[in-house]
């Protein structure tokens, strides 16, 4: 088959698509590390939420959520989230490993703590 | 690669074209003197109909794959909200250009363009902080 300029982006999508998925294809996990599920936070402090995650071949970066809803965006892979002050009450934190496009993938891990 | 990203790569690549044709339309005819201005206010509109449909699309591929939208921050909630406005408002504005712009005052016809130029400029700004607060 003769070449032909006109060629170009199609070898050039089908190269992409071919392209090995070397990277990041570790199984994805997240870990949160503090606080520790059943933990009691006092509501004066500024509380860190401690995490490690994989985000796997699907995954790109994670949010945190408190009591499902989004607080934080974080693109590293270990680290801590300072959290703003937490209303008193049982409070759910979690972190989702989502894709480029926002999306949680169903990688997350939750912990539900009292604050006083 | 995934399939995935393959998706989300070529609805980025239609929603940029669609950004250039609002901005870039819209700034050529508000800055140049052009014999047939209503092809370019329909050019434009289709710009607008190209930024939302992809715009739709992002949201499509990621329920496709994972059976839900993205979450967005308030932030971003409210960057998107923008866009939306921006959108609904250009695509008024450049069709009603295309229809009616030649029977308009050379004034209002300029009025118009200043508007959709804006909501381009607007819109761009937007997806810059839905892009990275979501």
């Known amino acids: 088959m003769p070449w032909s300029p ?7 999508l089908l190269a992409l698509a071919l392209a090995p998925a070397a990277a990041g294809a570790a ?3 997240v870990r949160i590390t503090a606080p520790a599920e059943g933990a009691k936070l006092d509501s004066m402090d500024l509380a860190k939420l401690a995490y490690e995650v994989v985000p796997g071949p699907k995954g790109d ?3 945190v959520y408190v009591d ?4 934080g965006i974080l ?3 270990k680290g801590s989230y300072t959290l703003e002050t937490l209303t008193p009450g049982q409070r759910t934190l979690c972190v989702k490993v989502v894709n480029k496009g926002h999306v949680p993938i169903g990688v997350e891990q939750c912990v539900k703590v009292t604050v006083e | ?13 239609l929603h940029n074209f669609g950004a250039v044709g609002v901005m870039g339309g819209a700034a050529f005819a508000l800055l140049v003197p052009v014999a047939a201005p209503e092809r370019v206010a329909r050019l434009v509109a289709a710009g607008w109909v190209l930024q939302i449909a992809s715009g739709a699309a992002f949201g499509g591929v990621g329920f496709y794959y994972y059976g839900r939208l993205p979450d967005l921050h308030a932030i971003a909630a409210g960057a998107l909200a923008v866009k939306l406005v921006c959108a609904a408002g250009g695509l008024a504005l450049t069709l009603a250009l295309a229809a009616r712009g030649p029977v308009w005052a050379a004034t209002r016809r300029q009025e118009a363009w200043w508007a959709v130029t804006t909501l381009a400029a607007a ?9 990275w607060f979501a």
């Open chain 1, 27 to 29: 199984e994805a996990f």
């Open chain 2, 1 to 13: 690669m995934l399939p995935e990203n393959l998706a989300y790569a070529l609805t980025q690549v």
């Open chain 2, 123 to 131: 819109a761009l700004a937007a997806a810059a902080f839905l892009r």
């Open chain 1, 68 to 71: 499902g809803k989004e607080v």
């Open chain 1, 61 to 63: 970066h994670v949010h």
């Open chain 1, 75 to 77: 693109r590293r892979l």
């Open chain 1, 6 to 12: 006109k060629r170009l982006p199609l070898a050039f």
